[in-house]
């Protein structure tokens, strides 16, 4: 896999685009270990990092700290959040990461278990001023509210103050 990715930031970087890496839930590429092999294998010249809030507490990692431990290497981020009880069930019931989100474990921003202020304090921390996508993963034949929770997730970062 890693030479496949060296491949792939090769072919990018002819074309004056850097390559990044997105660990991702039910991926090849989601846990601490592997995130911690990918990057000792892959020199910051070949490969940034793309975190994503929502995947990286679904991994077990704090979205915050994992901001500042990759810090080097972070070049985007997505904002989610995630419902902790329907984690835990998906967790019980072994179910699938896109069966997850079917279910709801993806939820807006503000209404989950991630800590948006300590997020943006780290990305303050890190002098993060790159892109942010918000992003609301839902079971596409059940996508109908996705517009609704962006817009409710966009409303929570500004009352909030949660701003670069």
Not at 20 to 36: F, K, R, T
Not at 50 to 74: E, F, K, N, V
Not at 101 to 128: E, F, K, R, T
């Amino acid at each position: 896999m890693m030479d496949t990715i060296r491949q792939i930031s090769a072919i990018a970087a002819k074309h004056n685009i850097r390559a990044v890496v997105h660990p991702h839930a039910g991926g090849y590429i989601e846990y601490q270990d592997e995130l911690d092999r990918l990057l000792a294998d892959l020199p910051i010249d070949d490969i940034g990092l793309c975190l994503d809030t929502g995947h990286l507490y679904y991994a077990g990692m704090d979205p915050a700290q994992s901001l500042i431990d990759y810090a080097d290497r972070l070049e985007y981020v997505h904002f989610k959040d995630v419902n902790k009880q329907r984690l835990e069930a998906a967790i019980t019931q072994q179910v699938g990461f896109w069966q997850a989100c079917a279910d709801g474990v993806m939820c807006p921003i503000g209404q989950g278990a991630i800590d948006y202020q300590q997020v943006m304090a780290a990305l303050s921390q890190i002098g993060y001023h790159g892109w942010i996508t918000i992003e609301q993963e839902r079971d596409p034949r059940h996508a109908d509210t996705t517009l609704q929770d962006i817009m409710q997730s966009r409303q929570f970062l500004i009352d909030n103050g949660l701003t670069l």
